[in-house]
């Protein structure tokens, strides 16, 4: 298991606390209809953390193509029809490039400096020039107005219970997830992230906003800076 992360529930649990059983039976949301409104059609896509295949089978039934990593083989196990690369990606380096590089699931908000550092330098480093990268960000209320739930409309109970500081701006976020016959869990070690230190962080791996694409600022859409 990665520092500060845990995970409970039936089957296998990935080294940062996700459930993998629990992600096979999540429902896509609206991820693909903002990343095909965002993105050429028929792109290649380069999806950093792709998990069970939640998304990924939704585009490919988009016509994109896609490349699939995720460092958990239990999770890949579960994609069909993409190629799938079980990597750590934050070191990744496939030595080719992509129309567009996808990094969601909050992924950027890691609680390790190195490691987003490593994401985010992942992500320049596979975009075609005049590609785009995909990022989802943490919500303006993620960490606070806790607890609090949501029952999704497919019939489990999503609640976040906490997120409590740990020092040096990182917060260990604890969610639940029941269902009417298992219940999960997860805790993680999350850095909230200003709109500025956001793009800071971007600029660092030589990459800026081109465009929020959602109004709540999750989505973002950037581009590789010209050195």
Not at 13 to 39: H, K, N, W
Not at 171 to 185: C, K, L, M
């Amino acid at each position: 298991m990665r520092e500060g992360h845990e995970g409970t529930g039936p089957g296998a649990i990935t080294p940062d606390g996700c459930a993998v059983e629990f992600y096979s039976r999540l429902p896509v949301g609206d991820e693909p209809d903002v990343i095909s409104a965002a993105v050429p059609a028929g792109a290649h896509i380069l999806e950093l953390g792709s998990g069970v295949g939640r998304v990924t089978h939704a585009l490919l039934e988009r016509g994109f193509t896609v490349t699939a990593v995720d460092e958990s083989a239990e999770m890949l196990e579960r994609v069909r029809g993409a190629r799938t690369i079980r990597a750590s990606i934050e070191t990744l380096d496939l030595g080719e490039t992509f129309d567009v590089v996808m990094l969601a699931s909050y992924l950027v908000h890691s609680g390790d400096l190195e490691v987003r550092r490593g994401l985010l330098r992942t992500c320049a480093r596979h975009v075609d020039d005049g590609g785009y990268v995909l990022i989802q960000r943490e919500g303006a209320d993620y960490h606070t107005n806790l607890p609090r739930e949501r029952v999704d409309p497919s019939g489990f109970t999503l609640r976040m219970v906490s997120s409590e500081p740990v020092g040096d701006g990182v917060n260990s976020v604890r969610a639940e997830y029941e269902f009417p016959d298992a219940v999960w869990t997860q805790t993680f070690r999350a850095r909230p992230l200003t709109k500025e230190q956001f793009e800071e962080a971007l600029a660092e791996a030589g990459l800026r906003v081109d465009r929020y694409l959602t109004e709540d600022g999750i989505w973002v859409r950037a581009i590789r800076v010209e050195a």
